[in-house]
């Protein structure tokens, strides 16, 4: 599915550079003013991935609550993963962790738009 893949991404780019990118994600999680900034920057992610997705599936963007709802759920299992992997100081596998995310909330994604 596209938003595993999108969510994926970024996952993956954490653990290329695993302890850096672990000392970065510590930190905004930690410090209020970093994590404003970054639910700040994930409502422009959930805006720009439920264009996409309503793009794809020829779906309004402005009138199916579809689109917006799976980015949504898409973005909180990436900071559920970003909050388990900072919190156990980088031991457990965020691929590992995106796998168990995505198969949790596999159905609510899976039911697709109404028809």
Known sequence: MALR???W???ASCTDHSDKALRVVQLILRIP?????FVERQAQWRDDLAAELARRL???PDTD???QL???IALTAFDAVLRRWSGSDGTEDPAELIDQAFTIIAPALDGGPPV
């Open 58 to 60: 020829e779906l309004d």
């Open 9 to 11: 991404v970024s996952v």
């Open 70 to 72: 799976a980015a949504g």
């Open 65 to 67: 609550l579809y689109p």
């Open 5 to 7: 893949h999108a969510v």
């Open 33 to 37: 003013a970093l994590r404003a900034r």
